[in-house]
């Protein structure tokens, strides 16, 4: 059954282990624009960490509640606010998804933003800027193979 939750795909040349890496060192790429600040730990099952952004615009703060190594991370978002749409809450309760795998002679990352689904108020700005941080931000980071 097809979902309408946020995905994107990347590619990369690097090795699992690289990709890994490059995504758990939150702050190197989910920042950069509207002077983004990540506060906490963001490498291990438990850990968490806020984002903040835009002046009060954007605050979320996420739990990771699955991590494999060089396969999958998950983060749970347990709080959010969005100071740009009605219902500031709308990423509370949604999940963050980074599934890592071999595809012929490149790893896939597929980015799933559970939730975050045309229905909400937030989908065409947060997509877009989704979007925006993994094309523009995460993809040359993984593809240099730096992790910062």
């Known amino acids: ?31 950069g624009y509207y002077g983004e600040q990540i506060k906490g730990n963001t490498q291990n099952l438990n850990d968490e960490f806020s984002f903040t952004a835009g002046e ?7 739990k990771l509640i699955e991590v494999i190594p060089n ?16 219902k500031g809450n709308e990423w509370t309760g949604t999940k963050v998804i980074f599934e890592i795998a071999a595809k012929e002679n490149n790893i896939q990352l597929t980015f799933t933003h559970e939730g975050l689904t045309p229905d909400i108020e ?4 947060c997509s877009t800027a989704w979007t925006s941080y993994l094309n523009n931000k995460l993809s040359p980071l993984i593809n240099e193979g730096r992790k910062e």
Request: hydrophobic share 40%.
């Open 56 to 62: 009060g615009a954007h605050f979320s703060q996420h």
């Open 122 to 125: 937030c989908y065409e700005a």
């Open 1 to 31: 059954m097809a979902t309408n939750n946020f995905t994107i795909n990347l590619f990369s040349e690097q090795t699992p282990e690289q990709v890994f890496q490059t995504i758990n060192n939150v702050g190197g790429w989910w920042s």
């Open 71 to 86: 396969q999958k991370i998950v983060w749970l978002t347990t709080d959010s606010y969005l100071n740009f749409i009605e």
